[in-house]
């Protein structure tokens, strides 16, 4: 690797000094025994086997003869060494965030908050470090625990330096306990893109609105938070003579005495939309907000979102200087290889513009703008060089990018894996240079290569097959199939050719999703259906129910399997529709009744009655016969209804023991997810009035089981029974004392608002029925402040969107605004009002939202939006479960599919279906920001303005 560029932070006085010795794998043995010592005295005790493991051994030998920075931080802290090496990093990571936690009312200036953070920050990059050089954790896991740590240290960094401000006077705020309003910090780069290194550097921001300060300290706001920059930098990079916690950087001004680590939010808006100021945009087109008032930096982040992406595009020249930028470090290609995606391909599909570089090689080939051998590619040499700058730097303890001492060299070889220096730096190169190479052929685009090509256009393609043409796989197959319909169409009808008994029908078969099922389904349909019913009177040309059947057949093969494997059910093909179709739930179960829940037999009849009656529902919404809404609620209240079945088939199967167990349970349900739907898991639990003991764990295996068994692909269940206390270490059947404890204590943000829309649906009794509705009650009457645990949530949630980036702008679970969103914020109105108004526990969500709003705890529009949304979504879910279909980069949507597609979401065509997506995402995304954030409505901001 070349030397560092000039933006890195050269190593400190103190790690000069130690630089100096020379690193010898010779000392390495009489380390590992000192440091085995001081596990024992730091840890009353010597662990004896787990630490003698060969590749324990090896792997601290190779830290104490490999590097300086790590050798000594495992001396210093012993105890946390051999926790992350025998149990994993994770305990002292959650030991490390409780001793951040504790530092929320530290007082003091830059040297004792260096002093306070920095034994956590050793005690981190030791659990880290260990973790990812032992293989326990990816690149990706370890660079995801830097940044969520870096976070929490930004974030009590800034507490502690504004509060100091405050206490002084230097700065008047109108509320004591919410000092940090109108204050945030703005991360960029690998910060931001979860791609940091263990000493950084962090590029970040503090920005502060000068409204939110009282008019005399408005005036010199700006001095102070020039100085608070300072102290932030001196804390974090230390004096000469410390090593630093991480080096720190800033897209504004020089960093000299603060300068450009704290400005005004105004101030930067407008240098954003001044001319010239490309490389700022760039920098916060990719920023985030990790730390502050996060109502106040979403804000921030939504007008520069306007500025950046649409009133004033980066130049191309700002591009192509971008592109063509070098330096040193040699993760610095396969960033601009990301950062142009980013650029390129961020207006429109914002999942890029945070995304880490691994995620955006991994997305920018599902949207093929890359190739999957280049993505693969990508990945493998980012991981490559990220994994020899950040062992370089745990190595020397400082954000450096070079190494230049053949000891030096040697060491990181073996760090990384290599026997010799020359063959890393070969594998980088190689890796720098194909990283290049792509670069410029995403710089030049696809012209270049067409222009090659300019003189074979001319030529023609051979003739291919029709029918492999219309998208089926064999058309030889498929035409002597043809060829037998034919025959048996003649001996009923007459007539030899089978386009004059169905005309257009392969045709239409091709247009649907998946043309080969149909053609399955309707060859299984012609041998099972009894000789009475003429089948192709089905599909002749002008009939009713040929659109139906082939939309059917063709989106929803893998539903509809039951209704052509017998003659029996093949009836329900020419059974009439119209006002005698069921149009809810309790229409079709009341219509189609489930089988008795006793008898040897009793689970397989109910699996079946199940897979007939979902074929039912998704033919008809197919066919149009019953909507996709009426859809949605049948197959919500079928599969709560086999739920309950399968507990009472379930206690008349088990033992004699587990079915005393069985009369002291209750099941309940989270419906915190929305709708059951096909695919979803079914997240449940079990409660029972006393410690049953090993019968009950029995009983609730059986029945998870048996849950299990009650089909496969589209028709399975997938039970989930972890959210109880002890999580999946605990027994699955709960006390009700161990539950309500769990409840007040245990259970993290997300499990509260999971409890506030948990409903008993089963019980041995009516006793321990009553009971557990109790206890379910209690989540909501003995909660902790809505604010607090909103606050928690949100942190939650940012984090998982983080780890789980949408798929696609179709992946409607994971997208901004989409179906997890709007059931997140249904959820917690049902938490916030429950306990005065238990009613909105016991109805559907939009009938609480109805109810909430004519008691005036919401606008009658929020309820109305949230409550069409959660249908929207719950439609389209519904057909893409149905159909096995994800998203149109993967499976190009066909003409019949795409028709489906904007009848459920209620449009015309399936070009208008993404529009309407985009509109109910950032209308659920606004709800989410009001009622969860405590953001005020556009309205009342501007009325507050004017």
Known sequence: MRPAGKFMAAPTTQSARNTADKIDPARAPA????WRRAVAEA?????????????????????????????????????AAATALIEGASPVLAEAARDLTALDRGVGGPDALHAALAPLKNRVDVAIAIAEMSGEWSVADATAARVDFAERMVETGLRWLVRAAVK???????????????????????????????????DLIILYDEQAFAAPAARGADRIFVRIGAELREAFEGKPGEYPLYGLRTPIGSGVGGAGYADSVARVKATAAGPQADTLKMWLGAARVVAGDRTAGGAFLEDIEQIVWSDNPIAIEALRSFVEQKDADPRSVFR????????????????????????????????????????????????????????????????????????EQRALALLCGYSD?????????????????????LAAGPQEEISLYRHGEDETEG??????????????????????????????????????????????????????????????LLANASEKYDVFSLVSDGAERRDGLVDAFGSFGAVMEPLTSSEALAETFFESTGAETPQSGKEWLSRYTPPPAKGKTALADLAEWRRELLARVAYNAASGSTSFDAAVEAFEDIHIRTLTNVFETTRDAAPAAEAKAGANIALHVFESDGPHLPGAATHLGFIAGEDLGEAGEAFAKRYLQSLSEAGEGVFAVT??????????????????????????????????????????????????????????????????????????LDRARAQRMRRERPSSDWDIDRLEGGRADVELVISTLIYKHASAHPFVQDVSPAEALDAMARSGLISEETAKTLASARSFWARLQLVRALSGWTDPLKAPVRR??????????????????????????????????????GRPSLNVASHAAG
């Open 896 to 933: 019949r599919f795409g028709g489906i597609i904007a009848r459920a979401a209620g449009v015309q065509k399936f070009e208008q279906v993404r529009p309407m997506m985009r509109g109910y995402a950032d209308e659920v995304t606004r709800s989410y920001a009001q009622i969860v954030l």
């Open 31 to 34: 380390a590992l025994e000192r």
């Open 719 to 792: 039970p989930d029974a972890t959210h109880r206390p002890g999580g999946v270490a605990g027994p699955v059947v709960s006390a009700l004392a161990a539950f309500k404890s769990y409840v007040q204590s245990e259970a993290v943000a997300h499990e509260q608002i999971m409890l506030a829309r948990g409903r008993v649906i089963a019980a041995g009794d009516d006793k321990i029925e009553e009971s557990a509705r109790d206890a379910l009650r209690s989540a909501i009457a003995g909660a902790r402040r809505a604010d607090i645990l909103f606050r928690d």
């Open 336 to 407: 601009r290889v990301a950062g142009l995606c980013r650029l390129a391909i961020g207006g429109l599909r914002p999942i890029f513009r945070t995304a880490s570089a691994r995620e955006i090689f991994d997305n920018a080939s599902r949207s093929r703008t890359l190739s999957k051998d280049a993505a693969r590619r990508l990945v493998a040499g980012e991981e490559l060089a990220h994994i020899a700058v950040s062992r370089l730097q745990i190595m020397k303890g400082a954000p450096v990018t070079s190494v230049e001492r053949e000891d």
């Open 168 to 202: 002084r006077g230097e700065l008047t705020v109108d509320d004591p306990d919410n000092f940090l309003r109108g204050v945030f910090v703005v991360a960029g780069s690998d910060f931001a893109h979860e791609d940091l290194s263990p000493f950084g550097p962090l």
């Open 463 to 524: 003739d291919a097959d029709k029918l492999e043409d219309l998208g089926f796989l064999n058309g030889q197959s498929l035409s002597e199939a043809v060829d037998n319909w034919a025959r048996r169409a003649e001996a009923r009808l007459g007539g030899k050719r089978f386009s004059s008994h169905a005309p257009g029908l392969l045709t239409a078969f091709g247009e649907t999703q998946h043309p080969n099922d149909a053609v399955r389904l309707f060859d299984q």
């Open 421 to 441: 220096y020359k063959d890393l730096e070969a594998a980088l190169n190689g890796a720098c240079t194909d990283a290049a190479n792509t670069l410029r052929r």
């Open 43 to 79: 840890m009353g005790g010597d662990p004896g086997a787990p630490l003698d493991r060969p590749d324990r051994r090896l792997l601290m030998l190779r830290v104490f003869g490999a590097t300086r920075r790590l050798a000594e931080l495992c001396m210093t802290h012993p105890a």
